[in-house]
């Protein structure tokens, strides 16, 4: 009975940070290949490859929870990257990103290779929420193509609210 009550008790808090935006515990970063948190990566992402990444579309949208002491702000943080290939066709990408329906600063970018995206989030956006979406744009993205079907942005690894130090 007792081993019962304890795989139960396991079980309900290994599901509490995979509960979707409509439940009350978010993780406040998400690894883009974690399946668990998956429900909170809410639109414009394609499927995990090789075990660690998600390519995302033009257009894509998280929720996260807000850290704890956001009544200071918060950071918001993408760390992404865009391969050689194609850069080479792009030249320059912008990404942007809209938290709450306030439009933070936008980022070019210019090389291929690794990269974060980070701004910091006024208090007043995220304070006292339980969870913030924020929808980012990679602009121009690529286009379906004969190599590939799918719209590409760029190869997201991980996004979050960050406490603002």
């Known amino acids: 009975m007792k081993r019962r009550t304890m795989m139960v008790a396991l079980m309900g808090g ?3 940070g995979c509960r979707s935006k409509s439940g009350t515990d978010l993780a ?3 690894n883009i290949a974690d399946e668990g948190l998956a429900p909170q990566l809410l639109r414009g992402f394609h499927r995990v490859e090789s075990g660690s990444w998600r390519w995302t579309q033009g257009k894509f949208s998280v929720a996260l ?3 704890k002491q956001a ?3 918060a950071v918001l943080l993408l760390q992404y ?3 050689d290939a194609v850069m080479a066709q792009r030249k320059e990408v912008t990404i942007s990103a809209v938290i709450e329906g ?4 936008p980022e070019k970018v210019t090389t291929a290779g690794a990269h974060e995206y980070r701004r910091e989030v006024p208090a007043e956006v995220v304070k006292g ?3 913030a979406t924020v929808d980012f744009t990679v602009d121009p993205a690529t286009p379906p193509g004969d ?3 799918r719209e590409l942005g760029v190869i997201a690894a991980t996004v979050g609210l960050l406490k603002k130090s």
């Open 28 to 30: 406040e970063v998400v």
């Open 14 to 16: 290994a599901a509490a």
């Open 147 to 149: 190599s590939d079907e």
């Open 102 to 105: 306030v439009p933070l600063p």
């Open 129 to 131: 929420k339980r969870a």
């Open 71 to 73: 009544d200071k702000g």
């Open 81 to 83: 990257s865009i391969p």
């Open 65 to 67: 929870k807000p850290p």
